[in-house]
């Protein structure tokens, strides 16, 4: 009889559990419809399965600036969302233009591109399991759903992410010298500037022009240290910039003489 | 009497001057830098990696003498990704697998970054024909490194801004630049992706106009599905990549069929030594076309170029007469100069045209000056590259972008003469424009951090 009491006390102390360990294993073995779900159902789910994943998109700038929505990268079927949204195309449908080709140029690009179809995109965003970082494996290293690159994230995240497959040295002066690089696009970014500023009176009217054009190119100077694609760190940056330079200089040099003229003349 | 001393001393004194000469050029490359002005400049830290040989020190922050299998423990868990490439390739694959102490050493406080030198103790075919390369002169893959870096902009800029250059250039001094590590692999090289890191861009942009070309455009519908483990020849190939063209049967080397020279300056490419190098181009594309076909492609390539250079040539008479009439502002005088260029501070002289050093004057010229750059370096290669890529569209683009480019630089010159007349006529003297051209934040850090 005890012997009976005892053992209903124990089984009713395991109940809760067993009924916690059943839900989750259903939950977990759950077959989920193929979809396609609307964003609230996405939401609404997955807030329930990883409320981490969830914040983090909540608080990074696909919901916070652009307003992503979840099917945007990982599709309308949910057999096949995660490998879809880890293939760079994903991405590049939105993110075009310099950002995409400044990537796609790189070697990290470039093998990738060539690797696609032998690569298992269905594992985890992790060292060893990709020869070369599709744009995933950086920004949501992890499956991360905010920007893991991002600047407010710190150096360390990055050197961390590097590291997976570069020696630490090597991207410590890696990333050293990209910062040299940058500073030295922002002291052109600074001339050009104070150039500018330096005209009181009537400006050119070339110059709103050439400084979105020094603005633009301090951009790809970024985007050519941060995806390691050369030719955006050179021709696409540092000489475009240099050419913003002259072409500010020359603009304000004749309006001086130009100005000086019409002075005499008034004279 | 005397003729006979002067005859005895003339070839004294040319002995005596050409032993100096040898003299000067090797210690002038005794500095911190490397090539001909390694005594102007010392390297960006990162610049061990791009140039292993002169720059490269090994990391110490391990000990020990290790063995094949404990660097792979190790690196299996720190950096995963490599060994999973290196597994995969042929290194690995091998039955008398290539480790990492083969290329690396063994010794971690003394590791190696391994050079084409490395690589060409087993692979000295390959490296034979890399190295060879030198005697068909630059443009080519063997000497890129040492003509970046005696480049005069390369020593007159901060270095970690110049890193950028010697990134592309390093194909000089790694054979990774087309078979990424740890794999190495010879079929990825064969694949046009292989070339583009580099070869793109507004100099140089080889991926746009071969990718937009009929041989790139079957590349990019059916490429994925062809058997790349292939030799680079005939028949193996629907359509031909850079390398099948380039690096023909996999010889590694891109100057040796060169003839038009990259379109940087004009050919005569009817030279006996040219009419060589154009049979050895018809017996390539006769490997899938006609020859008489390829002769005809090639004789409207020679015409692309023939009328590229009249276009440059009237742009260059234009800066020429500006240079003659004192008009171009800031004077030579009035521009930051290369610093070790001691030419230029005697006698200061705009550079106009390739031989006069047109490739530097990017920065510290003038803004027609710039204009012609561009049309020399980005309107002008993309028009050559196209003809050389059978793109016609590209063609015609970078001619319109060279005519837009000429007619600007003529009604930018008319505006200068005018300018300078209507001066003139109210005998205004020109101030200097010493002050705007020779101050500023990016400006001043160069001239103390070259």
Not at chain 1, 119 to 129: E, V
Not at chain 2, 256 to 279: A, D, I, Y
Not at chain 2, 423 to 445: C, F, L, N, V
Request: aromatic share 8%.
């Amino acid at each position: 009889m005890i012997k009976t009491s005892a053992c209903r006390v124990i089984s009713f102390a395991w109940l809760p559990g067993i009924l916690c360990l059943a839900a989750h294993t259903a939950l977990a073995e759950q077959q989920v419809p193929p979809g396609p779900f609307t964003e609230t159902e996405c939401i609404t789910c997955h807030t329930e399965r990883d409320p981490v994943l969830v914040k983090q998109w909540r608080e990074g700038p696909h919901s916070t600036v652009s307003k992503t929505e979840c099917s945007s990268c990982h599709g309308d079927s949910h057999e096949d969302s995660g490998m879809r949204a880890r293939r760079d195309e994903s991405c590049s449908s939105c993110h075009e233009g310099p950002a995409s080709h400044s990537y796609s140029t790189s070697k990290h690009g470039v093998i990738n591109r060539l690797e696609a179809g032998r690569q298992d995109w269905q594992k985890p965003l992790q060292p060893g399991y990709y020869r070369a970082p599709g744009c995933s494996y950086c920004h949501l290293h992890n499956g991360d759903h905010g920007d893991t690159m991002a600047p407010d994230r710190g150096p360390e995240v990055r050197q961390w992410i590097c590291s997976g497959c570069h020696s630490p040295r090597y991207v410590r002066e890696q990333f050293a010298n990209g910062k040299r690089q940058l500073a030295i696009a922002d002291l052109k970014l600074a001339e050009g500037e104070s150039l500018m500023s330096s005209v009181t009176e009537t400006q050119p009217d070339v110059l709103p022009k050439l400084r979105q054009n020094l603005i633009q190119h301090r951009e790809n100077v970024l985007l050519g240290v941060g995806h390691q694609s050369p030719d955006y760190q050179w021709w696409h940056g540092q000489p475009a910039l240099d050419g913003d330079l002259i072409r500010i200089r020359d603009a304000i040099s004749e309006s001086q003489r130009r100005k000086r003229l019409l002075g005499n003349r008034e004279e | 009497m005397r003729y006979r001393l002067i005859l005895l001393a003339l070839p004294v004194i040319a002995l005596l001057v050409v032993s100096a000469g040898f003299a000067y050029v090797h210690w002038s490359k005794g500095g911190t830098g490397t090539g001909l002005y390694s005594r102007y400049w010392s390297p960006d830290p990162v610049q061990g990696y791009w140039d292993p040989d002169n720059f490269y020190q090994s990391v110490k922050s391990v000990e020990g003498v290790f063995k094949a299998a404990l660097c792979i423990q190790c690196h299996e868990g720190i950096t995963p990704g490599i060994v999973a490439d290196w597994r995969v390739s042929r290194h690995g694959q091998s039955d008398n697998p290539v480790y990492c102490n083969d290329c690396h050493g063994n010794d971690h406080q003394h590791l190696r970054l391994p050079t084409p030198e490395v690589c060409g103790n087993c692979h000295q075919k390959q490296h034979g024909e890399f190295k060879d390369e030198a005697r068909y002169g630059f443009p080519s893959h063997v000497l890129a490194m040492e003509r970046a870096v005696d480049a005069k902009h390369f020593v007159d800029k901060p270095k970690g801004e110049v890193q950028s250059c010697i990134q592309c250039h390093s194909v000089a001094t790694k054979c990774d630049s087309c078979h990424t590590r740890h794999r190495f692999d010879a079929a990825e090289a064969r694949r046009p992706e292989a070339c583009i890191t580099c070869h793109s861009g507004p100099p140089h942009p080889d991926d746009e106009t071969y990718f937009g070309s009929a041989h790139g455009r079957l590349y990019l519908a059916e490429g994925d599905d062809w058997d790349w483990s292939k030799p680079l020849t005939k028949g193996n190939y629907k359509a031909p990549t850079c390398a099948y063209c380039h690096m023909d049967s996999g010889r590694h080397q891109v100057a040796h069929k060169s003839v038009w020279k990259f379109g940087l300056r004009e050919v005569n490419p009817h030279t006996s030594k040219n009419q060589v190098l154009r049979k050895k181009w018809i017996k390539l594309c006769s490997d899938c076309h006609d020859q008489e076909q390829a002769r005809q492609w090639l004789t409207g390539l020679d015409q692309e170029r023939k009328q590229a250079w009249q276009k440059l040539y009237a742009a260059e008479d234009i800066l020429k007469d500006l240079r003659n009439d004192n008009l171009l502002q800031p004077a030579a005088g009035e521009r930051p100069p290369y610093p070790m260029d001691w030419m230029d501070r005697l006698w200061p002289r705009e550079r106009i045209g390739f031989f006069e050093g047109q490739a530097s004057a990017f920065y510290n010229v003038s803004a027609i000056e710039r204009d012609y750059f561009e049309m020399w370096y980005f309107d002008n290669l993309g028009a050559y590259k196209s003809a050389a890529h059978g793109n016609q569209a590209g063609v015609e683009s970078g001619h319109r972008k060279m005519a837009a480019s000429l007619d600007r630089i003529e009604t930018r010159a008319s505006e200068l003469y005018h300018l300078s007349e209507t001066e003139q006529r109210a005998e205004i003297t020109p101030e200097p424009s010493h002050e705007i051209w020779m101050k500023g934040a990016y400006t001043d850090y160069n001239r103390k951090h070259n």
